[in-house]
């Protein structure tokens, strides 16, 4: 009998604005058999460092999160930096 | 019409599969199974768009203080927060207690990492702030912009203006943020 804990990146989705979700998943595997999987979320957001991400993550934020990309977020958040609901 | 297998009306035995199927299985009855694994979704109430719910997900995310909207410097405490994403609608739950502010800017607005961006839609939630200026306030909530990774904390009270939590405000070490917030995605 061999158990083994995979951890994977399986699944990665690019929103519009070049926000970049990231689900990875944590499995428990017996002998080929899957017994458990759990999942753990972040994003990197457009200006966000990602030289630590996945190298799949990596290659995602360095094509979407372009110089425009980046400052069309920034000027996002900056008009939403007012206090307000 | 019905089907008989040794004797007995209905499928009893063996077991059915339907793998190979190309067409809609339809019955006037109930379905009953321990589980269902649907690559697409459930119509739930009709079958407009509006009606499908095609994504269920629980699970963790790794939760951090920041400095800014984007980028930053994140406090050296971390946490773990968990989520669970029905549809359009994740509620979240995360607990930062003893933040280490040390090498964040205090002057700067705190943010605090989401397990997924908001949509066109802002949300509110319910924070709890211990050991934390309010700057004259009372009532401190959780609030994201739309189309943001990150939510900050906000103040407000009776009669007057909207404020942002600044990392100055926290007393390094020893403040508590806890946060309940449901939102779009």
């Known amino acids: 009998m061999s158990l083994e804990k995979q951890t994977v990146v399986d699944k990665i989705e690019v929103l519009e604005n070049g926000c970049v979700q990231v689900r990875t998943a944590t499995r428990i595997v017996e002998d080929g058999v899957q017994l458990s999987q759990s999942y753990h979320r972040h994003v990197v957001a457009p200006g966000d460092d990602y030289s630590g991400e996945d190298a799949r993550v990596q290659a995602i934020c360095a094509a979407t999160h372009t110089a425009e990309v980046i400052a069309a977020y920034q000027a996002a958040i900056e008009a939403a930096q007012v206090g307000g609901i | ?185």
Not at chain 2, 12 to 37: F, L, M, R, Y
Not at chain 2, 52 to 63: C, H, I, K, P, Q
Not at chain 2, 115 to 126: D, K, L, Y
């Open chain 2, 1 to 185: 019409m019905s089907i008989v297998l040794d004797g007995t009306t209905g499928i009893t035995t063996p077991d059915v599969s339907v793998t190979a199927q190309s067409s809609d299985i339809v019955t006037s009855g109930n379905i009953e199974a321990v589980n269902a694994t649907l690559s697409g979704g459930v119509y739930v109430g009709g079958t407009a768009a509006a009606n499908l719910l095609d994504d269920y997900e629980e699970g963790t995310w790794t939760v951090y203080a920041y400095d800014a909207a984007s980028g930053g410097t994140a406090a050296a405490t971390t946490t773990t927060g968990s989520y669970t994403k029905i549809g359009n609608i994740v509620r979240m739950w995360l607990q930062l207690t003893n933040i280490d502010t040390t090498g964040m800017s205090a002057g700067n607005y705190m943010f605090i990492s989401l397990p997924f961006a908001t949509n066109s839609i802002s949300s509110v939630g319910q924070a709890v702030l211990n050991n934390t200026s309010y700057n004259g306030r009372t009532n401190p909530y959780a609030y994201v912009p739309a189309s943001y990774s990150r939510c900050r904390l906000q103040v407000q009270a009776e009669s007057t203006t909207i404020d942002i939590v600044e990392v100055g405000w926290l007393t390094s070490g020893t403040t508590d943020i806890y946060v309940n917030m449901t939102y779009e995605v």
